[in-house]
């Protein structure tokens, strides 16, 4: 499977239109990464999940954009011919799925190398000759047909059904794609999830409060006064919350000031008074969820800890965006055991407040709608933690594979469960979603996910008697 890039040039011919040319490359680099998989898997685990990550995310990219140009393509088939790009995304996808078997166990890894190399070897040289030679004739048919006004950009449109080892066949039931399929009902898409709206139309976007400044001192002497802190990880979340709350005990404004390395804001979020304050993403800088959850326990000695923000999602065929997620507990996925032939997760799986969790199972007169008119769903289930920003479809499918229990992912928790529980705070983890995980990440229902992830906290917590049981600890 060598080829002689002399003969047979890795770049699409010179002058190749845009999506004829991103084609050819995405293609051409699918397969190179299929051929040296298929040659030579890597006997070292955490090499071979290099590999895999590679080649996942180069089919994906491969088939996105022969998608964009495939009516042109399609048009240059010699008579009677096949398509030699559907071909080569015939052969990646054997490949990539024989080593999806892998990734997720369906094959043990000390098999790895039979498994794949049960895929025939084919004539890499051949196949991209032909490739060039179609992208020619597909080029040429464009140049003649130029001034009909054909939509270069819109040639071959159609929304790819997702791909990648989360709904793997099993091991004799490998499909050849003939045409790229088309999901019917695809809730990623935003035509089809959520139509375009207009944030500040929204009922929950309302100017953020005036706020006082207080002196250090003045601030904490209202400890006492303190049932609940809440912990957001971005301006987003933190100005969501603010929107909600209100003026401080006997003031006519929200009270703001800074202890130590911290910056509080003091208001009544529901039927409690309340410190908010805002982290750096993650659990292990020195600002990030750790540090700041102790800060906030030792500041204020909460009955408390609630974190509220934004969170990927699992499955958009059965989750909705701003759709609402309460952790049950929190899985901590980065600790790993990294052994020549495995890899064993060892993070904890740290439970949320028994009580707290309690409260937020039982919301059925809350209610939140979205900027469509449908209603957010409120989802408990165990949340995965860890430092990574998530967004490649590959690794969140790997992902779930592992922790199939999930029901989406965020990267705060983990540092506020091991806080909380060291100091014995009660503490729940409530995160909306905001986004897949899957390539297309972007900040275009941010806003929303944490108005929606807000309102159910301050739903509960509307309630006066519903921290029952939770006292106030004592001063150390």
């Known amino acids: 499977m060598e080829v002689d890039t002399r ?9 190749t239109p845009t999506p004829l040319r991103e084609a050819f490359e995405a293609v051409v680099e699918a397969l190179l990464q299929a051929a040296e998989i298929r040659r030579s898997p890597s006997s070292i685990q955490q090499l071979f999940e ?3 990550q ?3 995310t180069a089919w994906r990219m491969a088939r996105e954009r022969y998608a964009a140009a495939e009516l042109l393509l399609q048009a240059a088939i010699d008579e009677g011919g096949g398509c030699p790009f559907q071909e080569a995304l015939n052969v990646a996808c054997r490949i990539n799925d024989a080593v999806g078997h892998v990734m997720l166990n369906i094959v043990s890894f000390d098999q790895a190398t039979a498994h794949i190399q049960t895929i025939p070897v084919f004539d890499l040289a051949e196949m991209l000759g032909a490739m060039r030679r179609q992208t ?9 047909n130029e001034n009909r006004d054909i939509n270069v950009k819109d040639a071959g449109r159609g929304e790819d059904a997702a791909e990648g080892w989360a709904n793997l066949p099993l091991l004799d039931q490998v499909p050849r794609i003939e045409t790229p399929p088309t999901s019917e009902a695809d809730p990623t898409t935003e035509s089809e999830d959520l139509s375009p709206y207009n944030v500040e139309e929204q009922s929950w976007y309302t100017p953020l409060p005036t706020t006082k400044n207080l002196r ?25 919350v603010l929107r909600r709350l209100d003026p401080f005990l006997n003031r006519r404004s929200v009270l703001k000031g800074f202890s130590e390395q911290e910056t509080y804001y003091l208001g009544k979020f529901g039927a409690f008074l309340t410190a908010v304050t805002k982290c750096r993403m993650g659990s292990l800088d020195s600002g990030a969820a750790t540090l700041a959850t102790q800060h906030a326990q030792r500041v204020w000695r909460p009955r408390a800890i609630v974190m509220v923000g934004i969170a990927l999602g699992k499955d958009p065929t059965k989750q909705k965006i701003a759709d609402v997620l309460v952790a049950s507990q929190v899985i901590s996925y980065e600790p790993q055991r990294i052994g020549e032939n495995q890899t064993v997760p060892r993070g904890p799986n740290t439970p949320a407040n028994t009580t707290l969790l309690n409260r937020f199972e039982n919301v059925p007169h809350w209610s939140f709608d979205r900027p469509d008119g449908s209603k957010c769903e409120c989802q408990v289930g165990p949340l995965l933690s860890g430092e990574k920003l998530v967004d490649a479809m590959a690794f969140k499918e790997l992902l779930f594979s592992r922790y199939p229990q999930a029901i989406g992912g965020e990267m705060e928790g983990g540092g506020l469960a091991a806080a909380a529980v060291r100091n014995n705070i009660p503490w729940i983890l409530v995160k909306a979603i905001c986004d897949w995980g899957d390539g297309k990440k972007d900040k275009k229902h941010q806003l929303l996910a944490a108005a929606a992830a807000v309102s159910l906290v301050h739903h509960v917590l509307s309630q006066t008697d519903v921290l029952h049981g939770l006292a106030k600890p004592n001063r150390a």
């Open 54 to 56: 590679a080649l996942s």
């Open 136 to 144: 020619s004739r597909a080029a040429l048919r464009l140049q003649q």
């Open 7 to 15: 003969e047979v040039p890795l770049e699409a011919p010179i002058g």
């Open 216 to 240: 250090s001192d003045e601030l904490v002497s209202l400890a006492d006064k303190i049932d609940i802190v809440l912990l957001t990880a971005t301006d987003t979340e933190r100005d969501a």
């Open 50 to 52: 290099v590999q895999a």
